[in-house]
């Protein structure tokens, strides 16, 4: 007998219920990965997330052959691929992880259908992208919680499912498989974007368990510092499986690790928000009726991390050089762009998910819309100050000076607001090496002006 592994947001073998399913039911299994036309289709693809999915496929495959197995790659429409393996392997079942987006929902039913005339069975399997599947807690006569705190508590008592070890062999039906494209022929890609795939993301994770993750509580928002797990590509493209990290940070167990272990938390919070509401992922969750500005100067501007406000442009540029952003950065540039320029959150959402290496439907809508006031956030019209954030968690200016060279000879105390530069400051910077910090913008809009406008807008 046969079983195919179809792989989504689960590039794993440790912690891979699908996986383990589709081994216990036959003798042999065809892990296949299919590089999709339809999701190509919807711009997911971009070279960000091509260039670490490569990665994740080279070590997939390398890990399948370390059990005597290998990785099955096809490309085409996902249902036909899936299809036509299953009608040259006979296989008996189609194992595959269940989704939370609409895209997602849609491949299921179509797989569902497609196989309908082939006595193959379609297995889907939950909380294998999430710790704990959407659906499965949910507030009496409701079908997903809208606020973080009572899912928390929920999420805490309940507690995660057990995790399964990896595999020890696999045998692989004969099928035959393209290459496994490498991330060297990807073009676009950041200059600095981590290296993905299995064994980088358990080495990323032992390195946090041991290292990092007794400061995260403190250190988490220490932005130059850059003291949080940069683990989230390994959890958008299922390489760590949120279950096993939950329980390894669990048995750490320091104030940190409990800190660490409520952000993912949120990640199923967010999953199971969108998996009630896909139509989230394009529209408000809750309309306020805006009517937002669409400037292409100032758009621009903060897309290329030139507002004039350091902490905002620093976090831009780090988007662009990494593929990746600190979460403080984050909720700082997504607020400046949705409530001081008051810019539709769609429109950040689509820059984000055109860089993001972690860039995730669930996780980049729902944030954007929390941070927009139009999502879950408990204080919508609540507006972050770039200024003060800056000087609350970026003290020193170093983040900013590392992410925006023409401000390096800039005093700490104009750091965060440098159009305040005056007098011989001013004199003395222009006559040392670092005049280039005349190329800096003033700001493209003056805070207060902003936030007036998007209290009014709002009634607020
Ligand atoms: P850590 O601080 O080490 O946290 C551990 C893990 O918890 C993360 O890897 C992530 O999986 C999860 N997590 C942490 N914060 C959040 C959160 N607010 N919501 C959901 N999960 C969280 N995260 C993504 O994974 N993909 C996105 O596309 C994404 N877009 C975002 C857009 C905006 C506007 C904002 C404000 C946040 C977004 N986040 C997104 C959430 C968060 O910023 C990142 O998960 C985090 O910065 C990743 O870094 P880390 O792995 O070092 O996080």
């Known amino acids: 007998t046969v079983s195919v592994v179809l792989f989504t947001s689960d590039l794993r073998l440790h912690d891979n219920p699908v996986l383990r399913a589709a081994l216990r039911d036959a003798e042999r299994i065809v892990p296949l990965f299919v590089y999709d036309d339809g999701l190509r289709a919807t711009g997911f693809a971009v070279p960000n997330r091509s260039a670490f999915l490569a990665d994740c496929l080279e070590d997939l495959d390398s890990g399948l052959r370390e059990r005597g197995g290998r990785l099955v790659v096809r490309s085409g429409d996902v249902v036909e691929q899936v299809h036509r393996v299953v009608t040259e392997t006979g296989a008996a ?7 939370v987006s609409r895209y997602a929902a849609r491949r299921e039913e179509r797989l569902r259908a497609a196989l309908g005339d082939t006595g193959c069975r379609l297995v889907v399997h939950d909380a294998v992208v999430t710790a704990v599947a959407p659906g499965e807690l949910l ?70 368990l041991s ?82 500005r669409a400037d292409k100067k100032e758009i621009a501007a903060w897309c290329d991390g030139r507002t004039g406000y350091p902490f905002v442009d620093a976090a831009m540029r780090q988007l662009r050089h990494e593929g990746w952003m600190h979460n403080r950065g984050r909720m700082v540039v997504a607020s400046f762009l949705t409530k001081t320029l008051y810019v ?60 925006l060279p023409e401000l390096e000879g800039v005093p700490d105390r104009y750091i965060h607001e440098p159009w305040k530069l005056q007098g011989p400051d001013r004199a003395s910077l222009d006559h040392a090496d670092h005049a280039d910090h005349a190329d800096y ?20």
């Open 93 to 99: 079942r189609v194992h595959v992880a269940a989704g």
């Open 211 to 292: 290292d990092g993750i007794a400061g995260y509580e403190d250190g988490h928002d220490d932005i130059a510092g850059d003291a949080t797990s940069r683990l989230s590509p390994h959890l958008h493209f299922g390489t760590l499986s949120a279950a096993e990290v939950i329980h390894g940070a669990s048995r750490e167990g320091s104030p940190g690790a409990q800190a660490f272990v409520r952000q993912l938390a949120w990640r199923d919070f967010h999953h199971q928000v969108l998996a009630a509401r896909p139509a989230a992922a394009a529209q408000d969750y809750r309309s306020h009726g805006d009517r937002w």
């Open 139 to 208: 507030p009496s006569g409701k079908d997903h919680y809208a606020v973080f705190t009572p899912y928390f508590r929920r999420w805490t008592s309940e507690g995660v499912r057990d995790f399964l070890a990896a595999p020890r062999a696999v045998r692989v039906a004969d099928v035959a498989s393209e290459p496994v494209p490498a991330r060297a022929e990807i073009t676009g890609v950041s200059p600095g974007l981590a290296a993905g795939g299995e064994s980088t993301g358990r080495r990323r994770l032992r390195a946090w």
């Open 344 to 403: 539709d959150w769609r429109v950040g959402a689509r820059h984000f998910l055109s860089l993001l290496v972690d860039g995730d439907v669930a996780n980049n809508q729902m944030n954007w819309q929390w941070a927009a006031g139009t999502g879950t956030d408990t204080r919508p019209n609540r507006v972050l100050n770039p200024v003060i954030q800056g000087k609350r968690f970026d003290p020193d200016g170093s983040y900013v000076r590392r992410w």
């Open 441 to 460: 913008p003033d700001p493209i809009v003056e805070l207060a002006e902003g936030r007036a406008r998007f209290e009014q807008a709002r009634g607020a």
